[in-house]
Structures are given as C-alpha cells and as structure tokens.
C-alpha cells in the first residue's frame, strides 16, 4: 500500500481521536493567549529581559549550538516519555489530553505575549524563532498522541486477553516511540541551528 494511501487510512480511522487532541491543542493555544492579559508587572517584566537576552544572543550569533540542540531534544524527548508512559495506564486517556492542554497554552502564551510586547518585531520573532521547529514539534506531537490513546483503549479493552499479546503491543508501541524520538532530532536541529541563522539574518 502507497505511503499517501496509509496516511489517508489512518487518519479517516482516526478522525475522531485527532479532532478531539486538535480541540484540546486549540483550546490550550486559546487559553495561552487569554493568560497573557493576567501577567503581574513583575514578570512581565521578566519575561522582557528574557526576550531581550535571546536577542542580543541572535545579534552576536550566540544563540545557537549543540547545547541548544541537546537541551530542545532532551525537552520534546521528556514529552514524548511522558505521553508514551501514560498510554501505557487506563487512567492515560484524560492525562494525554491535558498534556496536549499544556503543550498549546505554552505556544499560545508565547506567542501571545510576543505580539504583545514586541508588536511586528514579536510576530518576526515567533516566525523566525518559534514557529521552524514547532512545523515538526507539533505535528509529531498530535499524531503520537492519538498513537498513546489508542494505545491506552487497547490496554482497557484487552485488560483480561493473555499476557503474550499484551506485551507484543507494548514491544510494537515502544518502537513507534522510537522512530518518533528520532524524528524528533530534526526539529532539534531546526531549533539549535536553522531557527538561530534566520532570527540572526533580520537581527543585523
């Protein structure tokens, strides 16, 4: 069977599990924007010279390198973990989704709080800097989501079938983590490097 033809399989198979995880991902973006509003001037201001910091690095080519790299992988890998962990549970389901949750409130109040405080310099920012590395961050999110609840209804629904095929399952959905961490290294490398290059190139 064709690539093209699988992932039009799978994602008319699975319809209902991504409309329910890009729900809960909008919902987040949404709920990230509206929190914006509530900040203390505190850590606005904070948040400000954390911003200011990252650009003075882009401006002297400093914020890039493999200790970006490693710290962005070793972060997406933690979510992946996690996800992968609570599909394994029968109480996985609703922590999934609130995992999704957390991860659009993140971008939302990110991206928010940019546009906000740096007006047509913060949308540039979260073009240059934020936006490269999630194409591949998110989108492999979403669908090892799904992967996870439906991991999770597979362990419910065969809680009493016989212990083989239980662990084939967790073999066969520890691999699919796998490839996915591998993957990941590419949006780690798009953010370690390519995204720093492109933030420097307006920055000059």
Not at 41 to 52: D, N, P, S, T, Y
Not at 90 to 118: A, D, K, M
Not at 161 to 178: K, P, Q
Request: include cysteine.
């Amino acid at each position: 069977m064709k690539l093209k033809t699988r992932i039009k399989q799978h994602l008319k198979e699975n319809r209902v599990q991504y409309f329910i995880v890009l729900f809960f991902f909008i919902a987040g973006i949404f709920c990230g924007d509206y929190r914006t509003a509530d900040l203390d001037g505190g850590v606005r201001l904070h948040l400000l010279k954390l911003i200011e910091d990252y650009l003075k690095g882009g401006i002297h080519g400093s914020t890039g390198g493999s200790g970006i790299l490693w710290a962005a992988y070793l972060s997406q890998v933690k979510t992946l973990l996690a996800v992968w962990f609570l599909g394994l549970t029968v109480i996985g389901l609703p922590l999934i989704l609130t995992v999704i949750l957390l991860r659009g409130f993140s971008l939302g109040f990110t991206w928010s709080f940019l546009i906000h405080e740096q007006a047509q310099k913060g949308i540039a920012i979260g073009v240059l800097s934020i936006l490269p590395q999630n194409l591949v961050y998110i989108p492999l999110l979403l669908v090892w989501s799904v992967a996870a609840l439906n991991f999770s209804v597979f362990i419910i629904r065969n809680r009493n079938a016989n212990l083989l095929s239980l662990w084939r399952g967790v073999i066969a959905y520890t691999m699919l983590m796998f490839v996915f961490s591998g993957i990941l290294l590419i949006g780690s490398f798009i953010e370690a490097y390519l995204s720093p290059w492109l933030l420097s190139l307006v920055l000059s």
